[in-house]
């Protein structure tokens, strides 16, 4: 047992700042309050206690081609199955990609996330390396798998059905790459496989605005829109929303994750987040292919507060921004995969502490904070 005194703990599930004492036993958080003292007593002279960070979306498997075609298009790099990416996965040693996906673990680990939900490919045998690189570091992957049977224009639609529930078995969900590459009755299959189980389904939408033009163009509907309308649980990007768009998110209370940094590295726009807020939406953020950008969320947030500042020459609310990497998974609806704690009795201790160079608690993890400065990282692994 351990008590963490003399810090501000952002409480709460809307990071509420308080003067107050947590205490720690066997890795869950057993009381908080002013003036606790049991068991050891940890000083953290005015730190901020923060819950530790989930990065939402990663495609950690590209850790082994960091840097490589930089300045490429989007669909160069990450288009299956011809781009840089999945050239370079269909040539990796196992050796070589175990090692690589857990030097990308640690630096998650190192600054300060806990939890991350992963785009992974290669199938079943790609969920077990993942798995196996994943055993004896203090993080928690929550794996979204694909099969290469999702691909072409005229699928089996029963080998897709039966691949995906193979996949179930051992993954915590199914995330093709987007509409471009499978059809809608794949993409049926998928959603609906994954709600009867309770599983995640994912896909990327709206990523560049000529996805969103040749979807229009072809479908009568924007990527956003065949998104929503397929059901899947969780879209990822929405960086070009058109028209009626993010109504319709809204509408569906579809999970959603931005992805700042990668998108500026592929240079297809920047998301509408201060509109996305204003309209009540609660997105999560991502750092997305480790072969474009450091897993770091230290990084995601400051790049974030700038750019949408700026761009959108409106100043983003940095509690807002900091929930997006913390306690926004919570409204989630498939909780059941996704078991994040907030600082609140009762939940595991998974919080991270940050030395504090400022009155602002949010700015002072958003703007100020680098991985030196985190003082403690409390945590425990936590199996489904
Ligand atoms: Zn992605």
């Not at 947590?22 to 007593?41: A, C, F, P």
């Not at 669909?75 to 996965?89: D, F, I, Q, T, W």
């Not at 479908?219 to 960086?239: R, W």
Request: aromatic residues 6%; contains cysteine.
């Amino acid at each position: 047992m351990f008590t963490i005194s003399n810090g501000i703990i952002l409480k709460g599930q809307n990071l509420l700042p308080v003067h107050e004492n947590i205490v720690v036993d066997d890795g869950k958080i057993i009381n908080i309050g002013k003036d606790l003292k049991e068991g050891k007593i940890i000083d953290v002279d005015g730190a901020v206690v923060c819950p530790s960070f989930i990065n939402s979306h990663i495609h950690i498997g590209d850790s082994i081609i960091k840097d490589e075609g930089y300045a490429l298009s989007l669909s160069e790099m990450v288009k299956p199955p011809n781009g840089v990416k999945h050239r370079a996965l269909a040539d990796a040693e196992n050796d070589e990609l175990i090692e690589s996906m857990a030097q990308s673990m640690w630096d998650m680990v190192y600054s300060g996330t806990t939890h991350f939900i992963d785009y992974r490919e290669g199938g079943i045998e790609g969920v077990k390396l993942l798995k196996k690189a994943s055993e004896d570091i203090p993080i928690k992957p929550i794996i979204l798998a694909r099969d290469d049977s999702f691909y072409g224009d005229d699928p089996d639609l029963s080998k897709v059905k039966n691949a995906v529930r193979k996949l179930l078995k051992v993954a915590d969900g199914i995330a093709p790459s987007g509409f471009g590459e499978i059809t809608d009755d794949v993409a049926m299959i998928i959603s609906q496989e994954c709600q009867k189980q309770g599983k995640i389904s994912s896909i990327h939408v709206g990523e560049s605005e000529n996805n969103q033009i040749d979807s229009l163009n072809k479908f009568n509907m924007t990527e956003i829109e065949k998104g929503v309308n397929a059901d899947f649980s969780q879209l990822v990007h929405l960086t070009n929303p058109k028209n009626n768009d993010l109504n319709l998110v809204l509408k569906a209370n579809s999970n959603i994750v931005l992805c700042p940094r990668a998108n500026a590295s592929l240079n297809v726009g920047v998301a509408p987040l201060n509109k996305m807020l204003k309209l009540g939406l609660k997105p999560l953020i991502g750092s997305d292919n480790v072969m474009i950008n450091s897993p770091n969320m230290l990084r995601e947030l400051e790049f974030c507060l700038k750019i949408m500042s700026v761009y959108y020459n409106e100043y983003l609310n940095p509690c807002e921004l900091l929930k997006m990497a913390t306690t926004n998974i919570c409204d989630f609806k498939i909780n059941s995969v996704v078991q994040k704690s907030l600082i609140e009795e009762q939940n595991f201790a998974e919080f991270i502490i940050f030395k504090s160079f400022s009155k602002n608690p949010y700015l002072n993890i958003c703007n100020r904070c680098e991985t030196k400065n985190i003082l403690y990282t409390i945590n425990k692994k936590v199996s489904i």
